[in-house]
């Protein structure tokens, strides 16, 4: 399997996280994994997307799934509480992820998260002339470096002509979570965004696609997940009580709690996986 991070160009990075391509061989027979590696639970490679903010998935040769859905071209994934088994159904599976920061989708293109949460759409289901588009820039080469070139053009043709006031609010709230390392309330994140709480939650709703609190767990996932891949990669070792309590959880079963309710796998399990893929927070488990 072959996994690769690319930076997309500076003037997106606000809106987009980054593009990671992927590319795989085999069948779901042949990539059977031995019992006794801790990278592979209950006899499957754990090799799904994380829960997230907003993603599109590019694929090519229709031998993948999402969900049992099969996909060719590019796929809308809205903002989602739990891992997406990505599978290789047979042969080659080749394809790109962009993940997107939160409401990145939303400033850009103007796909309400909020319709689109929990769901996974192909660009025709969605019906969207622009993403259509998007879908055969993607089908007209295989290099990943010029897939990279037509989609950062893309997507510079829709940066906002100016601020975007409530992106920007939004931005300063996040910000504000993680200082508070989630410990913070909907009222207080308002405030921060200069905003009555209803206006407040309304537009996080349309930018983010799911409610402040269920954000804050999202992040707070995320955010000790990047903790334990970047003390993995430095070698030091981990200590699960303290990743708990620096992150925002009330102690170790709390945050077991949430681990196995958003990414099917314990803390010590994640733990266990050891080298992380990159040293930068990866969008898979490896």
């Known amino acids: 399997m072959?996994?690769?991070?690319?930076?997309?160009?500076?003037?997106?990075?606000?809106?987009?996280?980054?593009?990671?391509?992927?590319?795989?061989?085999?069948?779901?027979?042949?990539?059977?994994?031995?019992?006794?590696?801790?990278?592979?639970?209950?006899?499957?490679?754990v090799q799904e997307l994380l829960p997230n903010y907003g993603s599109f998935v590019f694929m090519r040769n229709v031998l993948t799934d999402i969900e049992d859905v099969p996909s060719d071209g590019l796929t809308l994934l809205g903002a989602n509480q739990r891992t997406i088994a990505l599978t290789t159904?047979?042969?080659?599976?080749?394809?790109?992820?962009?993940d997107f920061e939160p409401?990145?989708?939303?400033?850009?293109?103007?796909?309400?998260?909020?319709?689109?949460?929990?769901?996974?759409?192909?660009?025709?289901?969605?019906?969207?002339q622009g993403l259509l588009q998007l879908d055969r820039l993607f089908k007209q080469t295989e290099q990943p470096d010029e897939v990279t070139r037509l989609i950062d053009a893309f997507f510079l043709g829709h940066l906002p002509h100016k601020?975007?006031?409530?992106?920007?609010?939004?931005?300063?709230v996040i910000a504000a979570c993680d200082g508070a390392r989630g410990n913070i309330s909907a009222a207080q994140m308002a405030s921060v965004a200069c905003l009555g709480e209803r206006q407040f939650l309304r537009i996080f709703r349309n930018y983010v696609g799911i409610p402040p609190k269920q954000f804050i767990r999202l992040q707070r996932f995320h955010k000790a997940?990047?903790?334990?891949?970047?003390?993995?990669?430095?070698?030091?070792?981990?200590?699960?009580?303290?990743?708990?309590?620096q992150h925002g959880y009330y102690d170790l079963s709390h945050m077991a709690m949430e681990f196995q309710q958003m990414g099917c796998v314990s803390p010590s399990h994640f733990r266990m996986l050891g080298i992380p893929l990159t040293a930068d927070f990866s969008v898979f488990f490896a």
């Not at 997106?12 to 006794?36: F, K």
């Not at 159904?89 to 394809?95: L, N």
């Not at 850009?108 to 969605?126: N, R, S, W």
């Not at 990669?233 to 990743?243: C, E, R, S, Y």
């Open 2 to 45: 072959i996994f690769r991070i690319i930076q997309p160009t500076e003037a997106l990075r606000p809106y987009i996280t980054r593009y990671v391509c992927v590319r795989a061989e085999g069948s779901t027979d042949t990539m059977a994994p031995p019992e006794n590696d801790p990278r592979f639970v209950n006899g499957k490679h």
């Open 89 to 98: 159904v047979s042969g080659w599976f080749d394809g790109m992820l962009l």
């Open 103 to 128: 409401g990145g989708m939303y400033a850009l293109l103007g796909i309400d998260l909020q319709q689109l949460a929990g769901k996974v759409l192909t660009a025709k289901e969605y019906g969207d």
């Open 163 to 172: 601020e975007d006031i409530n992106y920007t609010r939004l931005r300063k």
């Open 225 to 245: 997940i990047q903790y334990m891949q970047q003390q993995t990669a430095a070698g030091k070792t981990i200590d699960l009580m303290q990743v708990a309590l």
